[in-house]
């Protein structure tokens, strides 16, 4: 049923979706586009330069990547309440994002020390393969 999702396209195109979602969320944001296309320079430059570092650090952890689902998916949830008129205050937003780094930080230091991280397969292979 969802072995379309081990494919690189699926990946690709997941990311692309999730970077115009950024871009939106930007222009939701602010009414200057120079700070826009800054933002989005930034964030693209930052990206590049950090993406081996960052997909190292998933691998060896790789429980950040269900925390960074969640954040996506609390975000989502504000952008929806806030398009139909509830104001979710950020402070909120923020704290439940703090917290949950925090513990996750709690918990990749506490498997530092009890054990070696799970080992993750890179790639899905369907059932005909």
Do not use: C
């Amino acid at each position: 049923m969802f072995e379309w999702l081990a494919s690189p396209e699926a990946w690709m195109a997941l990311g692309t979706l999730i970077a115009l979602d950024s871009i939106l969320t930007a222009v939701g944001m602010t009414e200057h586009v120079s700070i826009m296309v800054i933002a989005i320079l930034v964030a693209t430059a930052v990206m590049v330069f950090l993406a081996k570092a960052i997909h190292e650090f998933v691998q060896r952890h790789p429980t950040v990547k269900i925390l960074a689902l969640a954040f996506l998916l609390l975000i989502g949830v504000v952008l929806i309440a806030d398009g139909m008129g509830e104001a979710v205050p950020k402070g909120y937003l923020y704290f439940a994002m703090a917290f949950a780094v925090f513990i996750e930080l709690l918990n990749i230091r506490y498997r530092k020390v009890s054990a070696a991280p799970v080992q993750l397969h890179e790639t899905l292979k369907g059932p005909g393969a």
